[in-house]
Nanobody, 121 residues
Framework: QVQLVESGGGLVQAGGSLRLSCADS????????MGWFRQAPGKEREFVAA????????DYADSVKGRFTISRPNAQNTVYLQMHSLEPEDTAVYYC??????????????WGQGTQVTVSS
């Protein structure tokens, strides 16, 4: 059973950096693709980034490309989202996801509870 727990959110000034972590406490996600989505107040959940099970292929939303990096160290059941040059528009609850394939839609098999990221101007 995949059990995703996010951490690393917080309050940061515009231009700053944060690193989000998503750990699978069930320790079964090594064969799953992993992703990050976010949802701002009053908006729909949107795709941010994703990585294949073997870590070789990544995908990013255009809005974060060049600023965010998703990674999953070998043989670890943790995925990271390194965020640089944060903007107030990045403020949202960030959710980790796991599934059989990388996809930009929200139809993933497992979800974490979310972690709040707030970027002040």
């Amino acid at each position: 059973q995949v059990q995703l727990v996010e951490s690393g959110g917080g309050l940061v000034q515009a231009g700053g950096s944060l690193r989000l972590s998503c750990a699978d406490s069930g320790r079964t996600s090594l064969s799953y693709a992993m992703g990050w989505f976010r949802q701002a107040p009053g908006k729909e959940r949107e795709f941010v980034a994703a990585i294949t099970a073997n870590g070789r292929i990544t995908d990013y939303a255009d809005s974060v490309k060049g600023r965010f990096t998703i990674s999953r160290p070998n043989a670890q059941n943790t995925v990271y989202l390194q965020m640089h040059s944060l903007e107030p528009e990045d403020t949202a609850v960030y959710y980790c996801s796991a599934g059989s394939v990388v996809r930009r839609t929200g139809t993933w098999d497992y979800w974490g509870q979310g972690t709040q990221v707030t970027v002040s101007s």
